[in-house]
């Protein structure tokens, strides 16, 4: 693919990405929040404009597809940079804050930087919770696929992206089919959701935003400003929570197939309960004066990334510790949450028992299983390779922070919540005393984290560029 195609194709996405800014004019215009409905609404235009001349400028792609990555990383910058102009014309803030308060929706991360949301405007409040959707759903990438480009160029994106065989989450014979139904799923969970916080109190403006956060394992909770949280908002927020850190294909099995056992047949999600069960066990005996309902929601809060406001991972080290592990592992691949992602923790264990098998029965053959499914060599050393691209990630991260002066300590609280995207952190994170260089340093950290690190770095490769 050459430059100009993909910054052709980049801008056509995020033209695409701008007709969702309807929505929040919508809003605008019903709460009478006149201001904020010219504000959506000429921005869409000129951006709109904008973006149509750099399509002519580069011309539209020609010629077949060779790799995704490109597209990826400029539609993900641009709809980030893009997205941060609301914000900034709000609260006359500093691009920086306003560009880390857009990337910190778009990757599901939930740490608010601009101002107190109850001096929002209502429509502004929604455009926020409506950015935490679209990237906690992954529709920034799927719109490739709905805009019927060639499926080679996306196989690379989607392997990266979901850490198994594209095979596991193509659950239609075309990716934009594919796509389609993941749009109707959480479109599905998403108004289930809504319709649970409604039952158990929350009015409806604030429930449909609270349930964007929640589906998408986001973290920006607005049920606050309504009044205390209920046990049953909390018990709602961790089945929609849970829900969303499941693998889309294994909700496509359930909900198109009729496949009831899709769920427990996935050892994904048996490793997400788990952790969840371990994790409760460990916060009952350490916090007993804790509601079940409270442990239960925080430990799912972290589990699933989504880093709703929690208190308890603050009452003991072990605990945070707990937390933190918690936040690296992940949800599951192919959904909504952050981490490395179960599955690649399941292979790891597999290798290492494989590899102290080895030391007895020098030569012994083993073969990895996910799911009945024995993984090619060639899956088992890329999950290895991103392992090495995280840990390097954290490694340069952590040193990038440290030099701008923040202390290791807050540093590495700083990046466990951003590169996970867990939002919170073992740490008492205050982003109004980030400067301007640390709010960029975090924001392309917490890309990196969403993206998948090795679709941006894959750029940095001089092969990369050599692939006509």
């Not at 449909?208 to 018990?235: D, N, R, Y």
Request: glycine letters at 10%; a neutral charge; aromatic letters at 14%.
């Amino acid at each position: 693919m050459s430059l100009g195609g993909a910054v052709s194709l980049s801008a056509m996405i995020v033209q695409a990405y701008m007709v969702s800014w309807v929505v929040p004019a919508g809003v605008a215009m019903y709460y009478q929040e006149y201001e904020q409905a010219w504000l959506f609404v000429g921005l869409l235009f000129f951006f709109g404009s904008f973006l149509g001349m750099v399509r002519w400028v580069f011309g539209a792609m020609a010629g077949d597809t060779g790799n995704g990555s490109l597209v990826v990383v400029l539609t993900w910058l641009g709809v980030s940079l893009v997205s941060s102009i609301p914000f900034l014309m709000y609260g006359s803030t500093h691009y920086s804050t306003a560009w880390v308060e857009s990337v910190s929706a778009l990757t599901t991360t939930g740490i608010e930087f601009v101002g107190s949301i109850q001096e929002w405007p209502k429509a502004l409040l929604w455009y926020r919770q409506q950015l935490e959707w679209i990237g906690g759903a992954g529709i920034i990438i799927l719109m490739l696929s709905l805009l019927a480009l060639h499926e080679g160029a996306l196989l690379s994106v989607y392997y990266g992206e979901y850490g198994s065989d594209v095979r596991d989450v193509r659950v239609t014979p075309r990716l934009k089919s594919t796509a389609r139904s993941v749009c109707f799923i959480y479109g599905v969970f998403w108004s289930a959701c809504s319709l649970c916080y409604m039952l158990g109190g929350v009015p409806l403006y604030y429930a449909m935003l609270e349930a964007m956060a929640t589906v998408s394992t986001g973290g920006f909770s607005v049920i606050g400003m309504v009044g205390e949280v209920t046990a049953t908002q909390q018990w709602v927020a961790i089945v929609f929570m849970l829900l969303g850190a499941v693998g889309f294909h294994v909700h496509y099995q359930v909900l198109y197939r009729w496949v009831k056992q899709a769920y427990f047949r996935c050892s994904e999600v048996r490793g997400l309960l788990l952790l969840v069960g371990i994790g409760y066990m460990f916060c009952a005996l350490l916090s007993a004066n804790e509601s079940i309902a409270r442990t239960v929601f925080d430990v799912v809060a972290f589990a699933t990334t989504t880093g709703f406001e929690t208190e308890l991972h603050l009452s003991s080290p072990f605990l945070a510790l707990f937390f933190m592990v918690l936040g690296l592992v992940g949800g599951a691949a192919g959904s909504t949450a952050g981490g490395i992602k179960i599955v690649r923790f399941y292979v790891l264990m597999q290798e290492a028992k494989f590899f102290l098998l080895r030391c007895i029965q020098p030569n012994i053959v083993k073969t990895v299983f996910v799911d009945g499914r024995a993984l090619s060599g060639t899956y088992v050393s890329s999950i290895r390779g991103y392992i090495f691209l995280f840990l390097c990630t954290m490694l340069l991260g952590l040193f990038f922070l440290v030099s701008t002066g923040m202390p290791i300590d807050l540093a590495f609280g700083w990046l466990c919540a951003t590169v996970t995207n867990v939002g919170a952190s073992t740490q008492a994170l205050s982003p109004g005393d980030l400067t301007g260089i640390q709010k960029l340093g975090v924001s392309c950290i917490m890309l990196l984290g969403r993206v998948e690190m090795a679709v941006f770095l894959v750029l940095f490769m001089p092969q990369f560029w050599q692939i006509k």
